[in-house]
């Protein structure tokens, strides 16, 4: 094999957003040695950085509020599916971890006496929301995490790598092993203990308001080493993203907190208010779910009530022009210089894929089902259930981070260098039959328009509104597709080796489809962001579903009844 990259650490952190950069900061905090790998710049990839609006923690600076309340809330918004465990420990340790980022310049808005702005969000009872302006809340936790980090001599950085596999030796994890894209040199890295903090998987639909190595590495990851995941078919749709017109350099759920501000009306194609006619809301408030406000408006499309791009219309244009400035400060300006004047028209905004509700099982101390591997953030189950509240993401990146980063950092397990070195030769083999298989169907593929495949057929057929007829047609196809990636060959790669990366992430994605779509056949109810069309009622049971991976790398299927919980 060619010249290659090992390492060795007590604690690896595989994800560098908000939760994969607190758990390398917690676990260098407990002495521990500390690698952070991410294939995307340390800090600079994921969700968090993308995230614009606000923070769930019960510090009652606004009004009376406590962690009771705030699970009440949450398991509520859950639809039946939150792990009361995995909920009551994020929102107790919430207001600390808030208190802690704020320690690493993280500067919260604050009201004219001095306490910390907080804000009700929909599906919350109280003012629990705290928020930095403007539109900078998860771009101000990021770069404060990236302080926190950066110059510790106990934090190893290492960006664009890309973990393929993790070690396992007698039934424990024990490293990972994968590539560094821009040498494409092979890499090992020997660890006590494994953090998976690797993010959701939204890429995987056409309209999508991820970054683009959202591909849901990690849940592959974890299901290989041998853990369980859980409701894979609860994709979270983002209700109010921009639809049209064209923007450029705008994140497209960018509206939610102007509408939490300034009350903007969503009205149909027939310029009519209709959100009371489905969740009770009352013109001028903003108090649906997320799940309600997605459903409403695609039945609204499906009655012929759609906007011209099929979406509903955001209408500020009853706000007085200083109030519009005062609320968007200056991104009315840039709205402006787009053509689009908020005081004149209104836009158009639909649903979009936004977060990854399911996934890897933990218990309260983030470890997963198999020795040594422990997961956090976006990729765990247990949160959210069937519907995340807003302001519920940070909160649980930043929370679970911690306490993975607590876990692993006060472990002090024997280290496997040697093993981890010799299963690295074994992997590489693998890569290179993978991505230059000897019986191709085609000689090369565009991996970007294969991924774009997948991604329609996941919006069209397993996405918001699905039912039986759809989704056993995706089934077939995504089998289809994955098969076809396996199949076709990439040319010779060289330094920055990105087409063996996106030819890995497609895969990950054509799996993970296959487990979306199983878990949405076998869900015949509409629960939360899962709506059926077949199947409009909620069961009175709440089930949650199984995941694992056989050695034939087929999922394993099985639905288990919480009892209420």
């Known amino acids: 094999m060619m010249e290659q990259q090992n390492y060795s650490t007590d604690v690896l952190v595989i994800g560098s957003g908000a939760a994969g950069m607190m758990a390398a900061r917690a676990a260098a905090d407990k002495g521990a040695n500390v690698i952070i790998a991410d294939k995307s710049l340390i800090g600079r990839g994921g969700a968090t950085i993308l995230a614009q609006m606000t923070v769930a923690v019960a510090l009652g600076e606004q009004e009376e509020d406590n962690p009771e309340i705030h699970f009440n809330d949450t398991m509520e918004g859950s639809r039946g599916l939150g792990d009361p465990e995995i909920v009551r420990v994020i929102v107790e340790r919430g207001p600390d971890v808030i208190r802690e980022v704020e320690g690493y310049g993280v500067r ?28 900078n809340t998860g771009g101000a936790t990021s770069n404060g995490l990236r302080k ?183 991104v009315i300006d840039i709205l402006r210089s787009q053509g689009v004047d908020l005081t004149k028209e209104m836009v158009e905004v639909a649903p979009m894929a936004h977060f990854m509700l399911g996934g890897v099982r933990v218990d309260k101390e983030m470890n997963t089902s198999v020795e040594g591997l422990l997961a956090c953030g976006e990729l765990i189950y247990g949160m959210h259930g069937a519907n995340r509240l807003s302001g519920n993401a940070i909160t649980e990146a930043l929370v679970t981070g911690r306490i993975a980063g607590e876990t692993a950092g006060a472990s002090s397990n024997e280290k496997f260098d040697d093993l981890v070195k010799q299963e690295l030769e074994t992997e590489w083999e693998k890569l290179q039959q993978f991505w230059h298989p000897k019986q191709v169907a085609k000689d090369e593929t565009a991996t970007l328009e294969f991924r774009r495949r997948i991604q329609k057929l996941m919006w069209d057929e397993a996405g918001p509104l699905r039912s039986e007829e759809l989704l056993a047609d995706a089934q077939s196809k995504i089998k289809d597709l994955q098969k076809e990636c396996k199949e076709f060959a990439l040319a010779k790669q060289g330094k920055y080796a990105l087409a063996a990366v996106e030819k890995l992430e497609a895969y990950n994605m054509t799996l993970l489809g296959d487990a979306i779509i199983k878990g949405a056949i076998a869900r015949k109810e509409s629960r939360g962001a899962h709506t059926r069309l077949d199947y409009p009622e909620q069961q009175e049971a709440a089930v949650s579903s199984s995941f694992t991976l056989n050695q034939d790398h087929e999922w394993e299927f099985s639905q288990i009844e919480l009892n209420g919980k």
């Open 108 to 135: 919260w808005a604050r009201t004219p006496d001095g306490k910390r702005s907080q804000v009700v969000s929909p599906g919350h009872s109280r003012k629990r929301c705290v928020y930095v302006d403007i539109l």
């Open 148 to 330: 926190a980090i950066w110059k510790d001599e106990k934090i190893n950085r290492l960006k664009n790598v890309m973990i393929t596999r993790l070690v396992r030796h007698q039934g424990k994890v024990i490293g990972a092993v994968g590539f560094s894209m821009e040498e494409m040199v092979p890499v090992s890295i020997s660890a006590s203990s494994v953090i998976l903090a690797t993010g959701g998987l939204t890429e995987i639909y056409e309209r999508n308001s991820a970054s683009a190595n959202m591909t849901g590495d990690g849940f592959i990851l974890a299901a290989e080493a041998g853990a369980e995941l859980r409701d894979m078919e609860m994709v979270q749709f983002f209700p109010i993203a921009h639809l049209f017109p064209p923007l450029v350099g705008i994140d497209p759920i960018m509206w939610d907190p102007f509408r939490y501000k300034l009350g903007g009306r969503l009205l149909n194609g027939e310029q009519e208010e209709f959100m009371n006619r489905y969740a009770g809301e009352v013109a001028g408030k903003y108090t649906a779910t997320r799940d309600m406000t997605s459903y409403a408006i695609f039945k609204e499309v499906e009655a012929g009530r759609g906007t011209p791009h099929g979406g509903a219309y955001l209408d500020f244009t009853m706000v007085p022009e200083e109030k519009l400035r005062e609320g968007f400060g200056p």
